[in-house]
C-alpha cells in the first residue's frame, strides 16, 4: 500500500522532471540555434567555398578552376581532384611571407596606436555627465555616416604633396620643402588608425563606463599615488574593453585592402593587396583561396589563445 | 581624570579621555565647512576625537556625516577650517599619504585580485619586502578567519566574507584612525549583532581610532564610546551613548534616538531644582526637574520615554505628571508589550511594559480607560 503509493509518486516526479527538461532543452536549442544557423549561412559555407577553390588548379574557364570532383560518365566513376601545389607554393615563396608578416607588423603598430589614441578618448566620455556622453559618443560615430572610400580620398587630399598639410606647414614657414607622407607607410598608419578609432573607442567605453569609480578611492586611500592607481586598478578593469577593441582594429587591419592601395606606395606590401591582385590581375582563384585560408587561419589563432587565457582567468 | 562611578560595562578598560579636559583630542576638526555650489552638506562643524575612542557619527540622509568622513580620508577637501590628526594639519595632505585608512560602504574591493592580494594592496604600496607582506596577509586573515578562502576572488565570497576581507584591507597597514562607512550596512541582521561585536573587540585589541559613519542608531548605540548626532550639516549633540538617550540636549536628538513621547508647553514656575509646566494636552501640571535655565511663559518641551510610563487602571495618587486616556492600541512583542494611549486633548501616547511575568493574567487591552504617570526625574525639559 505505502510502497505503491510511493511508486505513483516517484512516477509522476519522473513524467514532471522529464517535461521540464524538454521544455528546457527546446528554449536552450532556440537560443543556440539562431546564432549557429547565421554563423553557418554567412561564415562557414562561405569558408569552405573559398577552401574547396583553394585546393584545385588554376585554369582557363568560367569558373577559372579545375572542379573537385571529376565524373567519368564512360565507365561511372568520380575521381577526386586534389591538390595542395598552392600551399606549398606559398610557404615556399619568400614574397607570401613577407607579405603577411608585414601586414601583421603595419596592422600591430596601427592598433598600438589606435590604443594609444583611443584610450584617453573613452576615459574622457566614460568620466563625462551623462548630457556630454551623448553628444561625444554620437560624434565618434558621426564619420560613418560617409562612405569610407570617400574619408580616405579626403586623407589623399591632406597628405599629398600639394595638400593642406604641407600647405600649412609651409605657411608657417615650418618647413621649407613640402614633405612626402602619401605613398608611404605613415600614409597607411595614419588611414588605419583614422579608419578603426571608433572600434576601439566604443568597447573601450564600454568596460570604463562599467567601472566602480569607488575603487580608485580605495586604490588611494591604500596607499597608490594617482598614476599608480591608474595602472593597478583601471588599467585591469578595462582589459576586457582593450582587448575586444585591440580584436576589432588589429583582424580588419591586417586583411586591409583599400588604404594601402590608395594611401601607401608600392613598397606597402599588404595581403590584403597580394589578395586583390592574385583574384583580379593574375585571374589566378585557387591561390587567392590559399592566401585567404592561411589569413584567417593566422588570425583565429591568437583569437583562440586570448580566448581561452580570460576563461581560465575567470576561473 | 573622572571616572564616575555609575558609568558602563560596556568598556571598561578604555580611559574615558574625552572627560578629562586636559587631554590632547587625537583628531580634531576645527570649524570645518563643505559646500557643494550652493548646497552646504558641513557647516562649520567643530568636533574633538581621542585616542581609542570608537566614535560614531549618526545622521539621516544628507545630514553631512559622510562627507564629514570623506573630509578625514582627503577624498574631499573641506570648504573653509581644518582637520589636525595626531596634531599634524591635513590641508595639504594627499588621501594616499594620510595615516588614515577607510572601509568603504561598497566593501570597493578590487574584483580583479584574489583576497590575499586585495589585502596585501596597500603593504605593497609602502614597498614592504615581499616575505613580510606574505606574512602580515596570512596573519590578518587568520585574524578575520579568512585563512582559507586566500586565493578566492571577491565576488565568489559571501557579503559577510567581504565585508571582512574588507575589514583585513583596510587594518593592515596600522593605521592611526580607522574611518568606516556604513560598515554593517549591508549585513543581515543576524551577522550584523555578531559584528558588531567583533569590531568592538578587535577596537580594544588594536588600540586603533575608530571613526563610524551610520544611519542606524542601533548601531550606534552598541558601538560607540561616544556619539555625534548630525542634522542638517550641523552636530546637534556629542554624548556617550546612554547620555544621549537619557538626556537628549534637543527635540531632534530626543526624537531621532529611540521613541519618545513629546509634551508642548510653557513654564509656570521655575524653583530651585524643579519647573512647573502647563501643557494644552494635559489637565495636570507637569513638574520634571531642572537641569535648564528657563524663565516663566517660555515655551519648553517635556519628553518622557515610553518604557518610563505607569500604565494602571486606577488613577494614580499625584498632584502632577498623570494623565487619562484610552488604549488604542496594543502589540504583544515578546520581551515587551507596547500600548498606544489617545489623551482627551486627542494626543497620542506610546508605552512600553516589559513582559516580566510568563502569566499576565488581566492584561490591559483596547478601548481600556487608564492613567498614565511617571516619576519626576523620568523627564528631560528640552528648550530647543
Known amino acids: ?315 | 581624570m573622572s571616572i564616575s562611578s555609575e558609568t558602563e560595562k560596556a568598556h571598561p578598560q578604555i580611559i574615558q579621555s574625552w572627560r578629562d579636559t586636559k587631554a590632547k583630542p587625537f583628531v580634531q576638526i576645527e570649524q570645518i565647512t563643505k559646500k557643494f555650489g550652493e548646497f552646504t552638506a558641513v557647516d562649520s562643524v567643530s568636533l574633538d576625537i581621542y585616542k581609542n575612542e570608537l566614535f560614531c557619527l549618526l545622521g539621516g540622509s544628507g545630514s553631512g556625516k559622510s562627507t564629514l568622513l570623506r573630509m578625514l580620508a582627503g577624498f574631499e577637501k573641506p570648504t573653509s577650517g581644518r582637520i589636525l590628526i595626531d596634531g599634524v594639519d591635513m590641508a595639504n595632505i594627499e588621501p594616499w599619504e594620510r595615516p588614515v585608512n577607510m572601509m568603504f560602504q561598497s566593501y570597493a574591493l578590487f574584483p580583479h585580485l584574489n583576497v590575499e592580494a586585495n589585502v596585501a594592496f596597500g603593504l605593497r604600496r609602502e614597498g614592504v619586502k615581499s616575505q613580510e607582506v606574505a606574512q602580515r596577509v596570512q596573519k590578518m586573515l587568520d585574524m578575520v578567519q579568512l585563512g582559507h578562502l586566500a586565493k578566492r576572488k571577491p565576488h565568489m565570497l559571501s557579503g559577510g566574507q567581504r565585508q571582512r576581507v574588507a575589514l583585513a584591507r583596510a587594518l593592515i597597514k596600522r593605521p592611526k584612525l580607522l574611518l568606516l562607512d556604513e560598515p554593517l550596512g549591508a549585513l543581515d541582521k543576524k551577522l550584523r549583532e555578531e559584528t558588531q561585536f567583533e569590531l568592538i573587540n578587535l577596537q580594544d585589541e588594536l588600540g586603533i581610532t575608530f571613526v563610524v559613519v551610520t544611519h542606524d542608531q542601533e548601531e550606534a548605540m552598541t558601538l560607540a564610546t561616544r556619539i555625534g548626532v548630525m542634522d542638517q550639516g550641523n552636530i546637534a549633540q556629542i554624548a556617550e551613548p546612554h547620555e544621549m538617550y537619557e538626556y537628549p540636549a534637543n527635540r531632534f536628538v530626543a526624537q531621532f534616538i529611540g521613541n519618545v513621547n513629546l509634551f508642548e508647553g510653557s513654564v509656570i514656575t521655575s524653583e530651585k531644582d524643579s519647573v512647573t509646566i502647563h501643557s494644552p494636552d494635559m489637565d495636570q501640571l507637569i513638574k520634571a526637574h531642572h537641569g535648564i535655565s528657563c524663565v516663566p511663559n517660555q515655551s519648553v518641551s517635556v519628553a518622557i520615554r515610553p518604557e518610563k510610563m505607569r500604565i494602571s487602571r486606577e488613577r494614580p495618587d499625584a498632584e502632577f505628571n498623570s494623565l487619562p486616556g484610552i488604549i488604542t492600541d496594543y502589540a504583544y512583542m515578546g520581551s515587551q508589550s507596547v500600548f498606544k494611549v489617545r489623551l482627551t486633548s486627542g494626543k497620542e501616547v506610546r508605552v512600553t511594559l516589559p513582559n516580566n511575568a510568563r502569566d499576565m493574567g488581566d492584561r490591559l487591552t483596547w478601548d481600556e480607560s487608564v492613567y498614565l504617570s511617571w516619576d519626576m526625574p523620568s523627564s528631560v525639559v528640552l528648550t530647543s
Open chain 1, 1 to 315: 500500500m505505502n510502497l505503491a503509493s510511493s511508486n505513483v509518486e516517484t512516477q509522476s516526479f519522473l513524467r514532471r522532471q522529464l517535461s521540464r527538461l524538454l521544455a528546457f532543452n527546446i528554449g536552450r536549442l532556440a537560443v543556440i540555434l539562431t546564432p549557429t544557423l547565421w554563423l553557418a549561412v554567412f561564415f562557414f559555407i562561405p569558408f569552405l567555398v573559398v577552401f574547396k577553390i583553394s585546393l584545385a588548379e588554376s585554369m582557363i574557364a568560367v569558373p577559372p578552376y579545375s572542379p573537385l570532383v571529376e565524373w567519368n560518365s564512360d565507365e561511372a566513376y568520380a575521381t577526386l581532384k586534389i591538390t595542395l601545389g598552392n600551399y606549398l607554393f606559398l610557404f615556399e615563396s619568400r614574397f607570401y611571407l613577407d607579405a603577411y608578416l608585414s601586414s601583421i607588423r603595419i596592422a600591430g603598430i596601427s592598433t598600438f596606436f589606435t590604443l594609444l589614441l583611443g584610450f584617453p578618448i573613452a576615459y574622457l566620455i566614460a568620466r563625462s555627465s551623462p548630457m556630454q556622453r551623448t553628444i561625444l559618443l554620437s560624434l565618434v560615430i558621426l564619420p560613418f555616416w560617409t562612405s569610407f572610400l570617400l574619408r580616405v580620398y579626403a586623407w589623399m587630399g591632406l597628405l599629398k604633396k600639394n595638400g593642406v598639410v604641407n600647405e600649412f606647414l609651409m605657411g608657417l614657414g615650418i618647413i621649407d620643402q613640402p614633405l612626402i607622407m602619401l605613398q608611404t607607410d605613415f600614409a597607411v598608419y595614419i588611414g588605419i588608425v583614422y579608419t578603426y578609432l571608433p572600434f576601439m573607442i566604443l568597447p573601450l567605453y564600454t568596460a570604463l563606463e562599467k567601472m566602480d569609480l569607488t575603487l580608485l578611492e580605495a586604490a588611494k586611500d591604500l596607499g597608490a599615488k594617482p598614476y599608480q592607481a591608474f595602472f593597478l586598478v583601471t588599467i585591469p578593469q578595462a582589459m576586457p574593453g582593450i582587448i575586444a577593441g585591440c580584436l576589432l582594429v588589429f583582424i580588419p587591419a591586417v586583411g586591409e585592402f583599400i588604404i594601402p592601395a590608395l594611401l601607401g606606395g608600392s613598397d606597402t606590401l599588404m595581403i590584403g593587396r597580394v589578395l586583390w591582385d592574385e583574384f583580379f590581375l593574375n585571374r589566378d582563384w585557387p591561390m587567392a583561396s590559399a592566401v585567404a585560408t592561411i589569413m584567417l587561419i593566422v588570425l583565429v589563432g591568437p583569437i583562440m589563445f586570448i580566448r581561452s587565457r580570460s576563461k581560465q582567468e575567470e576561473v
